[in-house]
């Protein structure tokens, strides 16, 4: 198989470098006049991914919005994967785990593990427990061809009391940067990629060293703009995956409209 990195690459190039953001949301299911129960989710999740399927290069459904429906809303999330990869996209599971040992390694193995229902192409990964202790993460996601996104710089305005704080070598926020580059290198690899908003003026962290894909959420509905994007991030705007949720989603349930969403952020 080829990396999760090879597979980014050759579907950007094709469709389009965009991530869709599958958020549903209890306020976009009525609004879509579906039930608030997993038929009303896996009816929505279904209409986004027929709608924007074959077009649209990755998708990144939210765990929590499926998790609010427990167990039932889960196996939506694990068939809402398959119909994904059934379309040729590639998908990111945004679940933010981050913890320590055995713990992080079942964590690791639910969403990076060949055959486990929930795994994806990627998963965010949440490094304040230390960036180390995600290592089972980043073994499995090397090993296995997959990817994972660290979140370093965050799109809210909450994340800079602890991101830009000082640590023993300068910000957090750089700590991480630097330990994911030296990975990154070290494992010849580009599996560790990198979650940084596109909702600020200034980033107040040095990316041009970066050697991997970096998510860009906040474009939209957070305030971020797609023509922004290659001054926000210079040298290291080649690795930016930009990423859009309820902007687009808000134009659905109708496919042409949402279609048309889409095409409005890629290529800008
Ligand atoms: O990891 C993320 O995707 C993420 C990181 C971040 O810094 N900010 C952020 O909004 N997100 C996620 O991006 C999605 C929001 O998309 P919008 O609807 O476009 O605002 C939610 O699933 C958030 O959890």
Redesign the pocket.
């Known amino acids: 198989m080829s990396t999760y990195h090879q597979r980014l690459s050759a579907v950007t190039a094709q469709r389009g470098n965009l991530c869709v ?1 599958i ?1 549903p949301h209890a306020a976009l299911l009525s609004a879509w006049d579906l039930p608030l129960n997993a038929d009303g989710l896996e009816r929505y999740c279904r209409i986004v991914v027929e709608a924007l399927g074959e077009s649209v290069a990755v998708f ?1 459904p ?1 765990a929590a919005f499926f998790e609010v429906y427990g167990s039932a809303g889960i196996a939506v999330l694990e068939r809402v994967l398959g119909d994904i990869a059934a379309a040729g996209a590639l998908s990111i599971v ?1 679940a ?1 785990r981050g913890d320590i040992g055995s713990t992080m390694a079942a964590y690791a193995e639910a969403y990076l593990a060949p055959g486990s229902p929930l795994a994806g192409d990627a998963v ?1 990964l949440s490094p304040y427990l230390g960036f180390d202790a995600l290592t089972p993460a980043f073994e499995r996601a090397i090993a296995f061809d997959r990817g994972v ?1 660290v ?1 370093a710089r ?3 305005p909450e ?1 800079a009391s602890v991101q830009l704080a000082l640590g023993r070598e300068g910000s957090v926020v750089q700590e991480i940067i630097d330990a994911a580059i030296e990975l990154n290198s070290r494992a010849r690899t580009r599996a560790i990629g990198l ?1 940084v ?1 596109g909702t600020h003026h200034a980033l107040g962290c040095d990316l041009s060293e970066f050697n991997a894909s970096i ?1 860009v ?6 305030g971020g703009r797609m023509e922004d994007l290659s001054g926000m991030f210079g040298p290291a705007h080649d690795k930016v995956l930009p ?5 687009i989603l808000q134009a659905g349930p109708d496919p042409a409209a949402l279609r048309a969403k889409v095409a409005s952020y890629v290529g800008v």
């Open positions: 953001g958020d990144k939210q945004d933010k965010t996104y979140l965050t799109s809210n994340g979650v908003g998510l959420p906040g474009i939209g509905a957070q990423m859009v949720g309820r902007a």
